[in-house]
């Protein structure tokens, strides 16, 4: 599990339920440096997108199988396991920014062995993770930045529009003599 603070969760969430988007922050430089390639699904952004990433000595399978305000849901299978993780990206109100916390679970089956495996992807996710949301942040300052811009357009847009059609004040006109 990791967790970060970030922009507002109107900024956040669009990030978290477009898998295209994913790749920029979850997967990171790391990803480019190793050669991993990303193939999208059908459906790209909400409940049941897919992407699929292969690289050297790694590939799977992410989707999201939830998304709502508070975050989304995801099913992930790692290179020829049966057993998918599943994972969540929550978000919480934290003042005027967003806590995003990430967790990944699942079952390693194996019995006791199995058991020895959790410290392990612990220590490897966990830095995955804290680097990820690390670059979660950026995003979604950047989209924030991108909303306001709009909406400032959009308000002025309709103050000119208004002003246009508004009737001529009316003029005064004095008595004749």
């Known amino acids: 599990m990791a967790g970060g603070r970030v922009a507002a969760a109107q900024d956040v969430q669009p990030l978290l339920e477009d898998l295209e ?14 050669g991993m390639t990303f193939t999208y699904g059908a459906i790209r952004r909400g409940v049941g997108a897919t992407y699929t990433w292969k690289g050297p000595g790694s590939f799977g399978t992410v ?3 939830g998304s709502d305000p508070g975050g989304v849901t995801y099913d992930m299978v ?4 049966a057993t998918p993780a599943h994972g ?23 019995g006791p062995i199995g058991g020895l495996m959790v ?6 996710l966990g830095p995955h993770f804290e680097g990820g949301l690390a670059r979660l942040g950026p995003l979604a300052k950047e989209a924030a930045a991108k909303r306001v811009a709009a909406e400032e357009t959009v308000a002025l847009a309709e103050k000119a529009a208004a002003a246009a059609v508004a009737p001529a004040p009316e003029a005064a006109t004095e008595p004749a003599k």
């Open 21 to 34: 988007a994913w790749p920029k922050w979850a997967a990171g430089p790391e990803a480019d440096a190793a």
């Open 119 to 124: 410290p392990m992807m612990e220590a490897g």
């Open 78 to 81: 790692m290179e020829e396991s």
């Open 63 to 65: 989707t999201i199988t």
């Open 88 to 110: 969540s990206l929550r978000l919480t109100p934290d003042g005027d920014r967003t806590r995003v916390t990430w967790v990944d679970e699942g079952e390693f089956g194996m």
